[in-house]
């Protein structure tokens, strides 16, 4: 029985950090991607596929929204800090090109990058959601440094 749930345990623990892990590739390929769309022939290669602005933002939110979620649920009573590392650097991967853009724009607001113009409420949602996974993964790192193992 001991060694039954040693097993699962070392499964959760690998499917939290698998979880966690794509939840990282695929904010850096909503990076490269967002990049990739200020570039006329990548833009133009995109609405080929059918896909709109709109539905990219949302195709990668949902994909990272259900992945880090999944991650945090089933490392809830794991004590892995690699699972919480990978949902935070995630979270700061999915921040930096809004923010960027945002800052761009204060400096210099002639210049309009990205989509913050056609979609106004995308530089938005992306900021929450990166804020929301990268508060979760500090506190879930704060939990796993403070808990007492016996």
Do not use: D, Y
Request: aromatic share 8%.
């Amino acid at each position: 029985m001991t060694k039954q749930v040693n097993i699962n345990m070392k499964l959760k623990r690998r499917l939290s950090v698998g979880l966690a892990a794509a939840t990282l590739v695929v904010a850096v390929l909503f990076f490269a991607g967002s990049l990739l769309l200020m570039e006329s022939w990548f833009a133009a290669l995109v609405a080929q596929t059918g896909l709109t602005l709109e539905s990219f933002v949302a195709l990668f939110a949902i994909c990272i929204i259900v992945l880090s979620t999944g991650a945090f649920v089933i490392s809830w009573k794991q004590r892995t800090f690699l699972g919480a590392g990978l949902l935070a650097a995630s979270g700061v991967i999915f921040l930096i090109h809004p923010l960027t853009n945002f800052i761009t724009h204060l400096i210099h607001p002639q210049m309009t990058m990205g989509h913050s113009g056609a979609i106004p409420w995308g530089p938005i949602l992306v900021v929450i959601l990166g804020s929301a996974i990268l508060g979760l993964s500090l506190a879930r790192g704060i939990r796993i440094a403070t808990t007492v193992s016996v």
